[in-house]
């Protein structure tokens, strides 16, 4: 009979990151003969951010009642987009839960229980410890999996290590994202724990490339630098708008915080709410890519595109550890003859093979592949 996998992640938010990365692992894990599912949990704490409305913010922030309206159909578009590709690629187990009691429906549902990846282990994305990203609900006899979950920056209070240790040692296997929280993480576990590669990372360039070729916009068709903005960035601007200026390039952009027009001195177009696959087709083709977004980067790197990041108030930890692990830490910003420095990527090949193998290994050995199948 073949087992059941049930995958716990941030799989509703509308962002590109944590949708394919919630594919690629569910993916791996099906092609294996495995029957894996994504649960329908979605933590409201963090989904406030892509409601439509943000009604919960507006007595604090009333600034965004107004970008609320201004902004909806283009939130709505983003909003459809990202649904279309959850319906389409995403195996989603039952309704969406919200409650914690409702957690316990699903305790025997499934016979491998995984948390990870993303930042599940971001208490300030999940508003403090959530025992649901612990695999809480999870009955005692089902193997519980850490494949590869992020804690995000370092500043972790003493109170939330202490409450999620107990959590940690009902796993039966721990890996996580970042070498810099290997230790802290071993500490409360109490045994040897497994630095993992983001999930999408465990597939090719070529599962990504037939995901783009199923949509029916084209790529463009003029020579461009691609732009994921994932926070505000004035000195990411100011680059791109340098670059384009110096290689007579057009700007094609994506920005999820500055909804409006980002580069005013150089000729660009914005996509904000374009689909997961359009995010992909823009990398893929693009000459250059610019971001500080830790998915971007990942993407670039496997579609050898040559590209440069910034670093960000949360996610550069990670993309340092990447990055250094490749021996691409020399494309974190620089000056705009940095950029056109070609990367040889059979080298990085080479490198990012070695450590997909690890992940790999982790996982299979995770479910009992060799027993299994």
């Known amino acids: 009979m073949t087992k059941k996998v049930g995958i716990i992640t941030l799989h509703y938010a509308y962002n590109y990151g944590s949708v394919l990365q919630a594919y ?29 409305f943000r009604w919960q913010h507006y007595l604090t922030r ?30 989603i187990h039952g309704r969406p839960v919200y409650k914690d009691e409702d957690m316990r429906e699903l305790c025997n549902a499934f016979d491998y229980y995984i948390t990870g990846s993303d930042q599940v282990w971001n208490f300030k994305v999940t508003g403090g410890v959530n025992p649901i990203y612990f695999l809480n609900f999870a009955n005692h006899n089902a193997k519980k999996i850490a494949y590869a979950p992020s804690m995000g920056e370092l500043d972790q209070t003493q109170t939330n290590l202490q409450a999620i240790e107990p959590l940690l040692r009902k796993f039966d296997h721990m890996s996580i994202r970042e070498k810099s ?22 597939l090719d360039s070529k599962n990504y490339a037939s995901l783009t070729e199923k949509i029916l916009q084209p790529a463009p068709k003029d020579k461009y630098i691609f732009v994921y903005l994932l926070e505000p960035n004035n000195t990411l601007v100011d ?16 920005s999820n915080i500055v909804k409006g027009n980002v580069f005013g001195n150089v000729t660009s177009n914005s996509e904000y709410g374009a689909s997961p696959e359009r995010f992909l087709q823009l990398i893929k083709n693009a000459t250059f890519v610019v971001t500080n977004s830790f998915h971007a980067t990942i993407f670039s790197i496997l579609f050898e ?26 494309r974190v910003s620089g000056d705009t003859k940095t950029i056109s420095n070609q990367i040889d990527y059979s080298h990085v090949e080479e490198k990012l093979n070695i450590v997909r193998a690890s992940s790999l290994e982790y996982l299979r050995s995770a479910l009992d592949l060799e027993q299994t199948l």
């Open 24 to 52: 690629a692992l569910q993916k791996v894990i099906n092609d294996w003969g495995y029957h894996a599912n994504i649960i329908n949990y979605v933590d409201r704490h963090d989904f406030i951010n892509y409601q439509l």
């Open 62 to 91: 009333p600034r965004e009642i107004a970008a609320d309206i201004v902004f909806l159909r283009k939130n709505l578009r983003r909003k459809q987009a990202f649904r279309h590709f959850q319906e389409k690629y995403l195996h």
């Open 181 to 202: 929280t290997k230790k802290r993480i071993e500490a409360l576990y109490g045994r040897p724990v497994q630095v993992t590669v983001d999930p999408t990372l465990l």
């Open 239 to 254: 680059y791109v708008q340098k670059l384009a200026a110096e290689q007579g390039l057009l700007v094609i952009y994506i």
């Open 305 to 330: 595109r040559q590209f440069v990041t910034f670093k960000t108030k949360k996610s550069f930890p990670r993309m340092l550890d990447l990055l250094q692990t490749i021996g691409l830490e020399d």
